[in-house]
């Protein structure tokens, strides 16, 4: 067996059915580049730029997770998502999954929920839905659509939740079909199942609210259903446990509450777990990150890290983490034993060739922010092509964005 202190990124692993070459991963990421759907309201669909852009990631033996993609219209809510729903998005995402196979890669589609972070202007006049009553705090903010103030969700009955977990159960079954290497629940980032997991914003009394357990059982329910359905070894988790995406995410008992879930989620047998660093925030910096979950963790226990996590979810199951890693850390996790893959995201984003830059330590462009979401007019710049980067041929560097 190879001993920890050998393993690092290059050292090949499993992952349910893939044999990896590699172990650095394409993290997901929105980026809101796919086409409006003539056919149904209100969806979006995979387009060729799209391909394009998956495929310039992919290497023989490497894993790419795919951008967010609701699992019904309900659960959509941006301009430029692709959905995992209709024939006409499966229709858009096969040509991208057989040609990342092509390459020799692997995909795994990431299935989401936005809950109450949607607007009912997006998702065919119905009330976002939510575990309780609690409205996001300010305005609905995004490329192509007016600013408007979040609406009160409607907390979701028990039909309502049985409706969301068959519409996680079809579409894993549609990226089956297409030919996906497998699908990753999106529990994270404040999204509808962190929504079920954050005490601030589940207020329930029945079963899916009021304790630690409870709150974790929408999740655990739907991952126990999409496992019967298509099979452990092609489902996966990704958690944030240190998540305060829109500053709206402060449940307590957070190391309680997340080592529950790791400890369960550790029985299914899963393809993977992924987890996101504490240090990483959209839009706080590290230190300013550290400083707010200081605050926040309770028990006393000094450390934020996800080692207990990785404690909890024991090493049977493969953990990805992901945020903050660059070319200096990039082994760090690993070599430590709290992750078995890491998980890149802004540095692939500028980087499409990201892999080989880390095996030949090439510099790496740093990312452009403005660029991150789309619907641009010009929607393949900052995405598949990179136009201040000529600037660097003619040897003026830092035009060229070049990362510290
Ligand atoms: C532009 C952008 C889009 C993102 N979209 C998603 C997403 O769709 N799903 C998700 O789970 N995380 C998303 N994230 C979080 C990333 O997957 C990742 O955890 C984060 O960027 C930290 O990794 P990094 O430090 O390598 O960038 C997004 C991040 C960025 C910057």
């Known amino acids: 067996m190879t001993k920890t202190s050998e393993v690092d990124i290059w050292t090949p692993i499993k992952i349910g059915d893939c044999q990896l070459a590699h172990r650095v991963v394409l993290a997901p990421l929105t980026r809101n580049r796919a086409s409006k759907s003539e056919r149904y309201p209100s969806t979006w669909v995979p387009n060729d730029l799209m391909k394009e852009y998956y495929v310039k990631r992919a290497t023989p033996g490497g894993l790419l997770i795919t951008e967010a993609t609701p699992v019904s219209l309900r659960a959509s809510g941006l301009f430029g998502i692709p959905g995992s729903f209709t024939d006409e998005q499966q229709a858009g995402w ?231 890693f660059g070319p200096e850390n990039a082994n760090e996790g690993i070599q430590n034993g709290t992750s078995d893959l890491v998980a890149f995201g802004r540095y692939f984003v500028a980087n499409p060739d990201l892999v080989d830059k880390l095996k030949d330590k090439e510099a790496l462009y740093k990312w452009d922010r403005s660029r991150f979401y789309g619907p641009f007019v010009d929607n393949e710049v900052g995405y598949t092509v990179f136009p201040s980067r000529e600037f660097a041929k003619k040897g003026d560097i830092s035009k060229a964005q070049l990362a510290d």
């Open 94 to 324: 096969r040509p991208i999954v057989s040609a990342v196979h092509d390459k020799g890669g692997y995909i795994f589609n990431q299935l989401w929920h936005q809950g109450r972070t949607t607007h009912s202007a997006l998702i065919g006049g119905r009330q976002p839905e939510s575990s309780s009553d609690i409205p996001m705090q300010g305005t609905f903010q995004w490329s192509g659509f007016d600013a408007r103030p979040f609406e009160v969700p409607k907390p979701m009955t028990q039909e309502d939740i049985s409706n969301t977990q068959n519409d996680f159960v079809n579409a894993a079954q549609k990226a089956m079909e297409v030919g996906f290497d497998g699908i990753e629940v999106h529990a994270g980032n404040g999204y509808l199942f962190d929504q079920f997991l954050h005490s601030n914003i589940n207020k329930r009394t029945d079963k899916y609210g009021g304790s630690i357990e409870k709150r974790c059982r929408f999740v655990l329910e739907t991952v126990g259903k999409l496992c019967e359905a298509i099979g452990p070894s092609k489902v996966a988790v990704r958690l944030t446990p240190f998540g305060m995406l829109f500053g709206q995410t402060f449940g307590e008992n957070r190391l309680e509450q997340w080592s529950y879930l790791c400890r369960e989620l550790g029985k299914f047998g899963l393809a993977y777990v992924h987890l996101v660093e504490p240090r990483f925030d959209e839009l706080k910096s590290a230190s300013e990150k550290q400083d707010a979950l200081k605050d926040m963790i309770s028990n006393g226990q000094e450390e934020v890290s996800l080692k207990p996590f990785r404690e909890a979810l024991g090493l049977s199951t493969p953990l990805i983490t992901a945020g903050g």
